[in-house]
């Protein structure tokens, strides 16, 4: 059965068809697994730091009894010191621990029960303490060998125990759902790839079909107009130049689609390349022979397949960005932090003068106050200010003249940091949304994948701190970073 120039379209036009639908699927599912990705390991790292936190009030616990050990011994108050620090820090760890298992509630059964062995063996050791300093030493040594405060200890142990054990099941399971997922996402990588090269090896044997037979075609033209010079150097002119044009686009698909398919986004190019030469075929037609043009395949190549062709590429563009934007969130988060002094606002002012060029442009000015130094990891402190500033710069409210404000202070043990500026603002609704992965707010006007804040949150708890933002439309924002004065090494394990 011979294939009309009609028919050809058709079966190009359908091939077409089907294989963008088909990428359509594979790259709306590799999008949906991307994104499923990257909530599984944002859980794997939540029950990470749930485990650090349980380890830390253990240490915290310990550290206490450490201290009180050392005062009872010496009645050097400077022994104290490991104590006073768990006492201070025992209520926030706690609290900590409370908030990120509140979905959990036989966790937070464990907490509780865990709270009152606390709470008990810190009552243990500021009554012995306050005993000693009352000049009441024996009685102090009496209420340490009574074996209160290791029943209590013992109390503390077990808890602690039970939590972390039901904590590492869950981990467990978590781990192995993001495998899963994974796995997932390789195979619809491979799929789609596998669609690719069909879709190619059809477009080739329908090519490779229609020029046979157009050749064949020729043949019987010439030996039936034997004698008939004129009509047959008519035709024979006519199919010439039909022959060349079929050559010239068989030759720009073979050309196009035998070319290294590396990748989805790659082969919808070549297809828009292949759409195009397909349309100018048309329009040929339409030309020579109007009656075999269809009305719905003019409709087809004109319209509807460079709107498919642009949703897929911007689909696939977009796979591509958020593939890359998880593997780096792994990679940064595999690296350990290494702890050094780091004087703040010299790093500080060498970011704001690596924005020039920017704030200049906007108008704007970044104003650098006084911000303590402190022990932490360079790097990770340097991408989480570089981040939060040029989202500031980015974000401007063009209405006014820029201000961005850096500005820190002591509180205890830990470092207070404040990003402020008096840009566009954002809603209070979108406070939490905006730290969540691919996740952004307000006008999408600004180019970004919703990464960076998420980024910013994680790297700020791998440093043992924490992140808040108070803003509102119209009135700027301000982002508040609290980090512990130097980075402990249960802090350091959060990288682990």
């Known amino acids: 059965m011979s294939m009309t120039s009609g028919s050809f379209g058709r079966n190009i036009l359908l091939l077409m068809i089907a294989g963008f639908a088909a990428l359509l699927v594979t790259g709306a599912t590799a999008i949906w697994l991307v994104r499923k990705t990257a909530a599984d390991t944002e859980l794997v790292v939540h029950s990470q730091t749930v485990q650090n936190l349980i380890q830390r009030i253990f240490s915290l616990a310990q550290d206490g009894e450490t201290g009180q050990r050392g005062y009872l011994l010496t009645g050097d108050a400077a022994y104290l010191g490991p104590y006073e620090r768990a006492t201070a820090g025992m209520p926030e760890a706690l609290q900590s621990l409370q908030r990120m298992t509140a979905d959990n509630p036989a966790q937070q059964a464990r907490i509780s029960d865990l709270t009152s062995a606390v709470q008990d063996k810190l009552a243990e050791l500021g009554q012995t303490i306050s005993i000693y300093r009352s000049g009441r030493q ?30 590492s099941e869950l981990l467990g399971r978590r781990s192995a759902d993001s495998a899963a997922t994974v796995s997932w996402l390789l195979g619809v990588s491979l799929a789609a790839l596998l669609l690719i090269a069909g879709v190619a090896a059809g477009s080739l044997l329908v090519v490779r079909r229609y020029t046979s037979e157009l050749h064949r075609a020729q043949a019987e033209l010439a030996q039936a107009n034997t004698g008939l010079e004129e009509v047959v150097a008519a035709r024979t002119a006519e199919l010439v130049r039909a022959n060349e044009e079929v050559q010239r686009f068989a030759y720009i698909v073979s050309h196009d689609l035998r070319s290294p398919l590396v ?16 349309a100018r075929q048309f329009e040929r037609l339409a030309e020579t022979a109007p009656g075999l043009v269809g009305e719905e395949a003019k409709l087809a190549v ?47 002012a060498a970011i704001a003068a690596t924005l020039q060029q920017q704030t200049s442009a906007a108008g704007a000015e970044i104003e650098i106050g ?17 981040n939060l500033i040029e989202n500031a710069v980015k974000y401007l409210d063009a209405s006014r003249p820029g201000r961005i404000a850096v500005r820190g202070r002591a509180a205890g043990p830990r470092i207070v940091y404040e990003i402020a500026d008096n840009g566009r603002g954002i809603d209070p609704k979108d406070h939490e949304r905006i730290f969540e992965l ?10 970004g994948e919703g990464l960076g804040l998420s980024f910013v949150r994680n790297s700020v708890r791998r440093l043992g701190g924490t992140i808040t933002v108070a803003s509102a439309p119209g009135r700027g924002s301000t982002f508040t970073l609290d980090f512990p004065r130097v980075l402990q090494r249960s802090n350091e394990s959060l990288a682990a």
Do not use: C, H, W, Y
């Not at 009574?146 to 054990?165: K, N, P, T």
């Not at 402190?374 to 991408?383: G, K, Y």
């Not at 691919?438 to 180019?447: H, I, K, L, N």
């Open 302 to 348: 004109e319209e509807d397949l460079p709107e498919a062709i642009g949703f897929i590429r911007a689909s696939t563009t977009k796979m591509d960005r958020l593939i890359n934007a998880i593997l780096k969130l792994s990679r940064d988060g595999r690296r350990t932090p290494t702890p050094e002094r780091i004087a703040v606002g010299d790093m500080v």
């Open 138 to 167: 024996a009685e102090a040594f009496a209420a340490v060998r009574s074996g209160q405060g290791r029943e209590a200890m013992a109390r503390v142990r077990a808890a602690v125990g039970e939590l972390s054990r039901a904590e």
């Open 263 to 278: 990748n989805i986004m790659g082969f919808t190019s070549e297809l828009d390349a292949s759409r195009q030469a397909i």
């Open 438 to 447: 691919f996740r952004r707010s307000g006008a999408q006007d600004r180019p």
């Open 370 to 386: 006084a911000l303590p130094a402190l022990v932490s990891d360079r790097l990770a402190l340097e991408q989480i200010f570089s």
